[in-house]
């Protein structure tokens, strides 16, 4: 099969190389995944890159552990493994997995599910991931019901887009912070209120502040959160070694004195949270926006685009 792999860190042109490589076999309790489609994320340029170094033990020292990379997909399974009892030849899937950029994968039975009938590959392939992060932001560490007065950075993003329609679902009342290009899809996705980042702070006193940009000091924080509100922590930016998770830490130390409770998140992907948001885009509630699809060969210049904030909301690889 054709696959993009990666032999090292480093610029994305000269790292990832369209290859043939063996086919995949599924194993007991694995599915052989015919992919369909595979979303690029905020994060990919940092994870090929093998950035922030601290997470270097777990993505691999001095080259990527996982040689075709690509964490999410959608797709329809081709064969089945021993012992899978949930899923069967031709199921269309959507799920997590590793290896996505390519054009076979075998997958753990428990890590994909059906694909929400509503939406084509391409649109839920772009759910996994940022869809559980943003769920886990918004229910568990932001615990936003109606009325909580939200604000969400990096709200046009990937993890953004679905941040910003969850904390609505739930009855926020959302403030969201982006770029003047991006504002009218803010909007679009229910937004009651729109902050372009490069007229300084928006106005205080939110209950919950939930930073998946990661560029408020802690001491804005304090000020753009009531007092006993709550800042969840999920992204990050600057520093080669902890692109921000020493914030985190900086901010788990001082949230005391400042008057904030500080949580920081590292989404779980979870089977369980598939199948709610599977339920939430097929009863209408929330949609992926997925902007532009490029050839599996083009996978580093979706990446550069996605980071250089040329696109709105999800890009994704069709293998
Ligand atoms: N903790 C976890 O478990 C977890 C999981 C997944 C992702 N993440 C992290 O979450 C973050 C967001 O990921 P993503 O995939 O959604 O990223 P993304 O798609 O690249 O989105 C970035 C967002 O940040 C906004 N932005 C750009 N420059 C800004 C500035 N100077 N000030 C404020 N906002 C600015 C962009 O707005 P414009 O496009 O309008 O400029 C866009 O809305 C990343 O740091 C990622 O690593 C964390």
Redesign the pocket.
Known sequence: MKAIVQDGYGELDQVLRLEDVADPAPGAGEVLVRVRAAPV???DW?LMRGLPYLSRPITGLRRPRNRVPGLELAGVVERVGPGVGSLDVGDEVFGWCSGAFGELVAVPEGQVTRKPANLTPEQAAAVP??GF?ALQAVRDRGRVGPGTRVLV????????TYAVQLAKAFGAEVTA???A??ADLARELGADHVHD?ATGEPPGGFDVLVD????PTLRACRRLVRRGGVVVF????GGRWFM?TDRWLRALVAAPFLGFRAR????RDRLEDLVLLRDLVEAGRLRPVLDRTYPLADLATAVED??R?R?RGHAVVTP
């Open positions: 994320n905020g994060s940092h991931i940022a992060t950075t990096g709200a046009t993003g990937c993890v953004g912070v982006c770029g290009a991006k980042y998946l940009y990661g560029n999920v992204g990050g930016t921000g920081p998140l590292v989404h996605v980071r904030g696109v």
